[in-house]
């Protein structure tokens, strides 16, 4: 009988509640044991990351597209996009907001302009359309854009506020 799936299943490789067998291993076998979860875990990871830049970030994109209304632009000059970049960690991936759109000859939006800041520095980027997923922030008005504020800008306020 097989068992259910369950979060420890996935993180430790067996139910918690299960008793630990108690086999009598070598260290060649702990070392090719810890490689091959190790190899399973990249794995699953990867498929994870894999299914939602494809399906989650996709999914907004078209979300974005009915929520506009406009059935053949999906991004819209001022958007807040997310850039997709191959050769960066998808926690490195840069946040932009829509400078100009570039149509093709045929008047579809293909390429837009994005600016974005890294380390201080106003950058402009020109990506493909298809690289852009846009953000849920309303962006009709751009002065109603929350500005964000780090917990780390607060930090001396908190501070003095709990000594008080």
């Known amino acids: 009988m097989s068992e259910p799936l369950t979060p420890s299943t996935m993180c430790v490789g067996r139910r918690l509640l299960n008793p630990i067998t108690q086999e009598k ?6 070392v090719e044991d810890a490689r091959r979860r190790e190899r399973f875990l990249t794995r ?3 498929h994870f990351w894999e299914r939602w830049r494809k399906e989650y970030l996709t999914e907004l994109r078209e979300q974005h597209k009915v929520k506009n209304g406009s059935a053949g632009d999906s991004i819209s000059q001022g958007d807040i996009v997310v850039v997709h970049e191959d050769k960066i960690p998808r926690q490195l991936w840069k946040v932009g907001r829509v400078d100009d759109l570039m149509r093709g000859r045929d008047g579809n939006v293909r390429a837009a302009t994005i ?3 890294s380390g201080g520095r106003v950058q402009q980027l020109q990506r493909p359309i298809q690289r852009l997923y846009p953000i849920e922030i309303p962006t009709k008005n751009p002065e109603t854009v929350p500005q964000i504020k780090f917990v780390r800008d607060n930090v001396p306020n908190a501070i003095q506020n709990f000594n008080t």
């Open 115 to 117: 600016r974005t800041s």
């Open 25 to 30: 291993k070598t260290n060649d076998n702990l």
């Open 44 to 46: 699953v990871l990867n």
